[in-house]
């Protein structure tokens, strides 16, 4: 080992010199082909004769031969007198002037000899090379294009090489209803005669929508895996070309593949990418709809016989043509929402089999903690929460690793080396408290559980608070006491510095946003009634209620926010006392958990 050692650094510093060497030698080959060329050059000048010079040797007949070769502008000429090897070479301007010239001094008498030589095979290959040019360049961008279209065979196929290690219901969590629902098309394709001898008729197509990392792919392969049949995979971006007709030619592949291979599933993903309603006839729009109605045509197009099934995967379902949501072409459609609380620790205990985790660690703490997180994202946390006891030189990973990890995902990066001011720590701090002592005093805020003047992401510090409950309707209550939360921040600094900053700014806008919703959304407006002004297309629309409608909302938007932000005002002027005492804390430890926040209230 020693040996080793002592021989590497010899082998580093020659692996160092090897760059430099190489220099070198360039730069000698590079001096070398310098004097060559220069030598050339002066052997050339000395066999050079300018063409008024062979004129008059001609003129004077001291021309004994002149060699030409076809298609040159260059004559070797060999002078009277001169030895063999030392002939002069000449240019010619004009090559057919010179022949005439020459053929009218061999009529004189003058006894020249005129060789014309045939052009040799290699020097013509260049020219031959550059006529063929543009048709090799032609070629190769056809080619190029031909590639780039995909006009050859597109999908992913997960046949039986993919099937060693399969994905199966078992790696679906968090879907139990979902996963029931769609083990009947595991059935059909497994045994399709027991349905159509009742009289049943496969479906053609399932689609499967939700939001992004919910596991729409993961649920679609395990029904692949579970029934043993091929999976054809692709995206729904990769139909649509450049070249109009290519997006559709590229459907008909796709189908005749699935149609030899069936038994078998095709899943789309995004599919609103080709499925979004029909529009105008400009050119990448009539694109999308040749691709559509293509798809249309082929899921129309099977047999009865034909145990072909159609998943596809949308997370913007209100965007799809109607055509292609009717009966008989997505027969089913089948909502994947983002787990609940069981759900979140049964995916969880999924991702943490290869983990190794310290005995002490609770999924289920973690499980609360994620309210409203998809499955993609709980994968991320508990990946992060093992990059984190890696760094941290931890043999397993601990719950400090993974509550680091919740924080990181959602909040962001701790920042401990960021200097900040004394002035800006004052001001985090009581901003931060305002949050949390005015979250305390609303009954339907959840509870704090961490508040802290470390710097994490875009934010100068942060208040955290428990997310244990699945909610799937929020009251007006609860809206108008999330605008106080929200408010609390800004309406410390005003009571105790007598002084704002543009630390409120997201706190402010996302105000903003909820008061928004509740007028024009949810319809919780006394003076604007329950109406939404939303349109088809998720925009709000005023038209349709006369111009007024806009003063109106504004109106009472204003009203909202100013409510909520004189109540954070009351609550804090009741509690000034412990503002300034957390405030203070803060500024001490930087960083007070949910039992310390909870002492100040005892």
Same mark, same amino acid.
């Given at each position: 080992?020693?040996?080793?050692?002592?021989?590497?650094?010899?082998?580093?510093?020659?692996?160092?010199?090897?760059?430099?060497?190489?220099?070198?030698?360039?730069?000698?080959?590079?001096?070398?082909?310098?004097?060559?060329?220069?030598?050339?050059?002066?052997?050339?000048?000395?066999?050079?004769?300018?063409?008024?010079?062979?004129?008059?040797?001609?003129?004077?007949?001291?021309?004994?031969?002149?060699?030409?070769?076809?298609?040159?502008?260059?004559?070797?000429?060999?002078?009277?007198?001169?030895?063999?090897?030392?002939?002069?070479?000449?240019?010619?301007?004009?090559?057919?002037?010179?022949?005439?010239?020459?053929?009218?001094?061999?009529?004189?008498?003058?006894?020249?000899?005129?060789?014309?030589?045939?052009?040799?095979?290699?020097?013509?290959?260049?020219?031959?090379?550059?006529?063929?040019?543009?048709?090799?360049?032609?070629?190769?961008?056809?080619?190029?294009?031909?590639?780039?279209?995909?006009?050859?065979?597109?999908?992913?196929?997960?046949?039986?090489?993919?099937?060693?290690?399969?994905?199966?219901?078992?790696?679906?969590?968090?879907?139990?209803?979902?996963?029931?629902?769609?083990?009947?098309?595991?059935?059909?394709?497994?045994?399709?005669?027991?349905?159509?001898?009742?009289?049943?008729?496969?479906?053609?197509?399932?689609?499967?929508?939700?939001?992004?990392?919910?596991?729409?792919?993961?649920? &679609?392969?395990?029904?692949?895996?579970?029934?043993?049949?091929?999976?054809?995979?692709?995206?729904?971006?990769?139909?649509?070309?450049?070249?109009?007709?290519?997006?559709?030619?590229?459907?008909?592949?796709?189908?005749?593949?699935?149609?030899?291979?069936?038994?078998?599933?095709?899943?789309?993903?995004?599919?609103?990418?080709?499925?979004?309603?029909?529009?105008?006839?400009?050119?990448?729009?009539?694109?999308?709809?040749?691709?559509?109605?293509?798809?249309?045509?082929?899921?129309?197009?099977?047999?009865?016989?034909?145990?072909?099934?159609?998943?596809?995967?949308?997370?913007?379902?209100?965007?799809?043509?109607?055509?292609?949501?009717?009966?008989?072409?997505?027969?089913?459609?089948?909502?994947?929402?983002?787990?609940?609380?069981?759900?979140?620790?049964?995916?969880?205990?999924?991702?943490?089999?290869?983990?190794?985790?310290?005995?002490?660690?609770?999924?289920?703490?973690?499980?609360?903690?994620?309210?409203?997180?998809?499955? &993609?994202?709980?994968?991320?946390?508990?990946?992060?929460?093992?990059?984190?006891?890696?760094?941290?030189?931890?043999?397993?990973?601990?719950?400090?690793?993974?509550?680091?990890?919740?924080?990181?995902?959602?909040?962001?990066?701790?920042?401990?080396?960021?200097?900040?001011?004394?002035?800006?720590?004052?001001?985090? &701090?009581?901003?931060?408290?305002?949050?949390?002592?005015?979250?305390?005093?609303?009954?339907?805020?959840?509870?704090?559980?961490?508040?802290?003047?470390?710097?994490?992401?875009?934010?100068?510090?942060?208040?955290?608070?428990?997310?244990?409950?699945?909610?799937?309707?929020?009251?007006?209550?609860?809206?108008?006491?999330?605008?106080?939360?929200?408010?609390?921040?800004?309406?410390?600094?005003?009571?105790?510095?007598?002084?704002?900053?543009?630390? &409120?700014?997201?706190?402010?806008?996302?105000?903003?946003?909820?008061?928004?919703?509740?007028?024009?959304?949810?319809?919780?407006?006394?003076?604007?009634?329950?109406?939404?002004?939303?349109?088809?297309?998720?925009?709000?629309?005023?038209?349709?209620?006369?111009?007024?409608?806009?003063?109106?909302?504004?109106?009472?938007?204003?009203?909202?926010?100013?409510?909520?932000?004189?109540?954070?005002?009351?609550?804090?002027?009741?509690?000034?006392?412990?503002?300034?005492?957390?405030?203070?804390?803060?500024?001490?430890?930087?960083?007070?958990?949910?039992?310390?926040?909870?002492?100040?209230?005892?």
């Amino acid at each position: 080992m020693d040996k080793n050692k002592s021989k590497n650094p010899k082998k580093e510093k020659y692996k160092k010199l090897i760059p430099l060497l190489i220099v070198l030698v360039l730069i000698t080959v590079a001096i070398i082909v310098e004097v060559i060329h220069l030598n050339k050059d002066n052997i050339r000048e000395e066999k050079d004769l300018a063409y008024t010079e062979l004129i008059k040797e001609i003129d004077n007949k001291n021309v004994e031969k002149i060699e030409m070769t076809v298609g040159s502008t260059t004559a070797k000429v060999t002078l009277k007198g001169m030895e063999e090897g030392n002939e002069k070479t000449a240019i010619l301007p004009n090559t057919q002037a010179f022949i005439e010239l020459v053929q009218e001094q061999v009529a004189e008498g003058n006894e020249i000899e005129l060789i014309q030589k045939p052009q040799s095979v290699l020097a013509q290959i260049p020219s031959y090379l550059f006529s063929l040019l543009p048709t090799i360049i032609m070629v190769a961008l056809f080619v190029m294009i031909f590639k780039m279209q995909g006009m050859g065979e597109k999908g992913q196929i997960y046949d039986e090489t993919e099937r060693k290690i399969k994905t199966s219901f078992d790696d679906v969590a968090g879907l139990d209803e979902e996963k029931e629902e769609l083990i009947e098309i595991v059935d059909f394709l497994k045994k399709p005669k027991k349905f159509i001898e009742m009289g049943a008729k496969i479906p053609r197509g399932v689609l499967l929508y939700g939001k992004p990392g919910t596991g729409k792919t993961l649920i &679609a392969k395990a029904i692949a895996g579970e029934a043993g049949v091929p999976f054809i995979s692709m995206s729904g971006s990769e139909f649509i070309e450049m070249f109009a007709g290519l997006g559709a030619s590229r459907v008909r592949k796709l189908f005749d593949k699935a149609r030899k291979m069936a038994p078998c599933i095709v899943f789309i993903d995004e599919i609103d990418a080709i499925g979004a309603r029909r529009s105008g006839n400009s050119g990448a729009e009539t694109e999308n709809n040749q691709t559509l109605n293509q798809l249309l045509v082929e899921m129309d197009g099977f047999s009865s016989e034909e145990t072909i099934i159609v998943l596809a995967a949308t997370n913007r379902p209100e965007m799809l043509d109607k055509a292609l949501l009717r009966p008989g072409r997505f027969d089913r459609q089948v909502t994947i929402p983002a787990p609940d609380l069981n759900g979140r620790e049964a995916i969880l205990a999924i991702h943490a089999k290869d983990k190794k985790l310290a005995e002490n660690v609770t999924l289920r703490g973690i499980a609360e903690d994620t309210a409203g997180f998809t499955g &993609a994202e709980l994968a991320n946390i508990l990946n992060e929460a093992a990059i984190t006891a890696t760094r941290n030189k931890h043999e397993v990973i601990e719950q400090g690793d993974l509550e680091e990890a919740v924080k990181k995902v959602t909040v962001g990066l701790e920042k401990h080396s960021r200097v900040i001011s004394d002035k800006e720590k004052k001001l985090t &701090a009581y901003h931060e408290a305002g949050h949390a002592i005015v979250s305390q005093f609303l009954p339907t805020q959840t509870d704090v559980k961490e508040v802290s003047i470390i710097p994490r992401g875009m934010a100068g510090g942060y208040t955290m608070y428990k997310n244990d409950e699945d909610k799937y309707y929020v009251s007006k209550t609860e809206m108008e006491e999330k605008l106080i939360a929200l408010l609390g921040g800004r309406a410390a600094e005003k009571l105790a510095l007598d002084d704002i900053s543009t630390g &409120a700014s997201n706190d402010i806008e996302v105000a903003t946003q909820v008061a928004r919703n509740m007028v024009t959304v949810y319809g919780m407006s006394d003076e604007i009634g329950p109406i939404s002004l939303k349109n088809d297309n998720g925009e709000l629309d005023y038209q349709m209620f006369g111009k007024e409608i806009e003063d109106k909302i504004g109106r009472e938007v204003n009203k909202l926010i100013n409510t909520a932000y004189r109540d954070a005002q009351t609550i804090l002027n009741q509690n000034m006392d412990k503002l300034h005492e957390i405030a203070g804390v803060l500024l001490e430890k930087e960083k007070i958990n949910e039992e310390e926040f909870k002492r100040f209230f005892n």
